[in-house]
């Protein structure tokens, strides 16, 4: 067996993953931990500055809710997630992150953050909750913080490079940790008295549109791979809308984010014949009332509108930079040196928006000449990716505060402490918690904020010392380093390492599942549409690949993470398809169209599609999960 060390560290608080819910974890963590004497372990597989979504940083918070000057109320950002969701959301979560984030925002400004100010000092918006930034260094400023609260405080330790590979369970509870270091022959064993797990999405289950000319380039990061979600599923947590992927619009092959052009530059998206979309197919929004009413259109109507556009043989669809460009600068026009210098300003902005957030996307415009003051750019739907963070809605069924519950929703909504799962002591924030769409940066690090304070409570309660059993530990280790092993066995029987009877490498492996997913279950080849009978195939191709995971084979330390991480992977694959099964309707037509049953079904299932994979018996349960009104009790406390 593969020689690696292990490595035991004992711990109160486990925080897994180092991007936005974990850093705002770590930095509330290490306040309340302090008090009551508690040491907090933060591990992350990459290094804190620059992990996760933010890596590149981002040119807006987009969620901002301006309490403080009266803009808006807690309820007038919980109807715009119901809304832009389709109706299926969690209230009592979206509340409780909306009556917090400005405070993060204003915490993220006191820690160096450059929020755009306007003339009288006010923060410039983007639109009506997102705030422009300089946001660059956004992960480094945040990563700064948490790590001075963990550091100079003396309640927390921060590993880096080591990767989760699962839970430690024993029976129902779950007992930490294990992973291992991707640089070192080290096994690692996190024993806690609570988890936090906070690993962010999933990305590359389903096949990009770029492939070998640009393989790895996303929108959402390739590094986040499942693990939040893998690791509550085999912990038996329930889970919630995981048929809620996010399709984003994205400029086309370098997938530059389209929220500073539609929202702050006004820019249309217009087909190859000039006809914008919005406009002409209107009235196919009146098939999904009663969302398709709604201002903003929900986005996933938007992307479905483009998208009929689009299978109708009038791409390409074009986002109309110059147009915009040209119209606000067009405000200048009677005096030349004004104009000059707005049209120079609209430039910088214009680039800036991708060099701050999505580097390539810049590089792209440069490398194929286009001057977006000049030409527009064309913009497409992408690939499905997991993220309850953004627009999307998987994650684990946590419980939501108790102050916001009514009568009947503490009930359904409520077991105990804010943003645990239903596994005692394993609590979830930014995109490994659902049904609380729309956190972005801002809300995930909010979140964390919330769940480290439940989770410290949850430990000073229930303070016992974790006691995991060596052999467990033993068979852990050698089910995570086997591909070492199988690779290390087999080697030698082939004259490419890449091609052998005996195993399969990740990046083949990624294939399958990239392949399978993308034209059974709903990926851009089957143009986002699947149906009962080709979800029941991707489960029988899905049940294979399972099988073939056992003979996944690593060289070294990073291709083990990449073994681990596919296998994530295809267990979020999993839960996805079962549950687009489970949900016999269309809801979201812009996200995935169930040809099948092509209509909205507020009737039957206006309500959470969850499922739970039993550990002892591996079983799925799939159930349903009522929608409940808490809005006016989230009003009473909004501010
Ligand atoms: O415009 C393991 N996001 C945007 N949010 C905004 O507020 N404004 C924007 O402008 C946004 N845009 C945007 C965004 C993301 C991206 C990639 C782009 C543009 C190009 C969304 C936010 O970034 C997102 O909502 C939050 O970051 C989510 O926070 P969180 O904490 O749930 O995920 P994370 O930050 O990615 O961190 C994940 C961490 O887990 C680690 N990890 N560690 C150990 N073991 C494992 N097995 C692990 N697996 C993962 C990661 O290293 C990381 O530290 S716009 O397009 O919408
Ligand atoms: P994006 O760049 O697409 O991730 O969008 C950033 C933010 O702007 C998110 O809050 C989106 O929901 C929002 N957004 C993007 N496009 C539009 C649009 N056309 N109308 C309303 N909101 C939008």
């Not at 925002?105 to 003339?119: A, C, N, R, S, T």
């Not at 999405?201 to 790895?216: I, Q, T």
């Given at each position: 067996m593969a020689n690696f060390e292990t490595v035991v560290v004992e711990t109160d608080l486990l925080i897994l993953g180092g991007g936005m819910a974990a850093c705002g974890a770590a930095v509330e963590a290490a306040h309340w931990a302090k008090q009551h004497n508690l040491k907090v372990t933060l591990v992350d597989k990459a290094v804190v500055d620059r992990s996760g979504a933010v890596a590149m940083g981002l040119s807006a918070i987009n969620q901002y809710v301006g309490l403080r000057d009266g803009q808006n109320t807690v309820k007038d950002y919980v109807d715009y997630v119901r809304n832009d969701l389709m109706g299926i959301t969690r209230e009592d979560l979206v509340a409780s992150i909306a009556r917090h984030v400005?405070?993060?925002?204003?915490?993220?400004?006191?820690?160096?953050?450059?929020?755009?100010?306007?003339?009288?000092?006010?923060?410039?918006?983007?639109?009506r909750w997102q705030l422009m930034i300089n946001g660059e260094s956004y992960k480094v400023v945040v990563a700064e913080a948490a790590k001075n609260a963990l550091?100079?405080?003396?309640?927390?330790?921060?590993?880096?490079?080591?990767?989760?590979?699962?839970?430690?369970?024993?029976?129902?509870?779950?007992?930490?940790?294990?992973?291992?270091?991707?640089?070192?022959?080290?096994?690692?064993?996190?024993?806690?008295?609570?988890?936090?797990?906070?690993?962010?999405?999933?990305?590359?289950?389903?096949?990009?549109?770029?492939?070998?000319?640009?393989?790895?380039?996303?929108?959402?990061?390739?590094?986040?791979?499942?693990?939040?979600?893998?690791?509550?599923?085999?912990?038996?947590?329930?889970?919630?809308?995981?048929?809620?992927?996010?399709?984003?619009?994205?400029?086309?092959?370098?997938y530059g984010p389209v929220?500073?052009?539609?929202?702050?530059?006004?820019?249309?998206?217009?087909?190859?014949?000039?006809?914008?979309?919005?406009?002409?197919?209107?009235?196919?929004?009146?098939?999904?009332?009663?969302?398709?009413?709604?201002?903003?259109?929900?986005?996933?109507?938007?992307?479905?509108?483009?998208?009929?556009?689009?299978m109708e043989g009038k791409g390409p669809v074009y986002m109309r930079t110059e147009e915009a460009i040209q119209k606000i600068a067009d405000e200048y026009k009677e005096d030349p040196k004004a104009y000059k210098k707005k049209m120079k300003e609209l430039e910088a902005e214009a680039w800036e928006d991708f060099l701050d957030m999505t580097i390539s996307q810049a590089i792209l415009w440069a490398g194929t000449n286009v001057q977006p003051e000049e030409k527009s750019s064309e913009i497409a739907a992408a690939e499905p990716y997991f993220i309850g963070s953004h627009s999307g809605a998987s994650g684990a069924w946590v419980s939501g505060p108790e102050d916001l519950q009514t009568g009947e929703s503490k009930q359904e909504y409520f077991w105990g402490y804010c943003n645990m799962s239903t596994v005692p002591g394993v609590f979830c924030a930014g995109d490994a918690s659902g049904a609380s769409s729309h956190k972005f940066s801002s809300g995930s690090c909010t979140e964390g904020r919330i769940a480290a304070k439940?989770?410290?409570?949850?430990?000073?309660?229930?303070?016992?010392?974790?006691?995991?059993?060596?052999?467990?530990?033993?068979a852990l280790k050698a089910d995570i380093l086997k591909p070492l092993d199988t690779y290390e066995e087999h080697r030698g029987e082939t004259t490419d390492p890449e091609i052998n009877p005996h195993y399969i490498k990740p990046r083949m492996f990624m294939f399958r599942l990239q392949k399978i997913m993308d034209e059974y279950a709903g990926g851009v080849t089957a143009q986002f549409t699947t149906n009962k009978a080709l979800l029941e195939k991707a489960l029988e191709l899905l049940a294979l690949l399972k099988e073939d995971s056992t003979k996944l084979a690593a060289s070294n330390h990073h291709e083990l993470m990449r073994c681990w991480e596919n296998t994530h992977r295809m267990w979020q694959a999993e839960a996805h398809v079962r549950t687009m099964l489970f949900r016999n309707e269309t809801r979201w037509p812009g996200y995935y169209f169930r040809a099948d049953a092509p209509k909205i079904d507020e009737a039957n299932w206006k309500v959470f599609a969850n499922c739970r994979f039993d550990p002892k018996t591996n079983e799925w349960t799939m159930l349903k999960r009522p929608i409940m009104t808490v809005i006016p009790a989230a009003e009473a406390v909004g501010a």
């Open positions: 400005d405070s993060t925002v204003h915490l993220f400004e006191k820690w160096g953050l450059p929020i755009w100010k306007d003339e009288n000092g006010a923060y410039v918006h983007e639109g550091l100079q405080s003396g309640v927390g330790e921060i590993y880096e490079r080591i990767f989760i590979a699962g839970p430690i369970m024993n029976g129902d509870k779950c007992l930490g940790a294990v992973g291992f270091s991707v640089r070192e022959d080290k096994f690692y064993v996190f024993k806690a008295k609570a988890t936090l797990v906070a690993m962010g999405g999933a990305v590359h289950v389903f096949k990009p549109r770029s492939s070998g000319e640009g393989m790895g380039r996303a929108w959402y990061p390739p590094w986040n791979s499942g693990s939040s979600a893998y690791f509550t599923l085999k912990a038996g947590a329930e889970m919630t809308c995981q048929e809620v992927r996010f399709i984003p619009v994205r400029f086309k092959d370098a929220g500073a052009w539609f929202l702050l530059f006004k820019s249309r998206a217009t087909n190859s014949q000039g006809g914008d979309y919005m406009v002409e197919r209107k009235a196919e929004l009146e098939n999904w009332a009663p969302y398709g009413k709604v201002k903003p259109v929900p986005a996933n109507l938007r992307n479905y509108l483009g998208m009929l556009d689009v439940a989770a410290v409570k949850y430990v000073v309660e229930h303070n016992e010392a974790p006691k995991v059993d060596q052999a467990l530990i033993d």
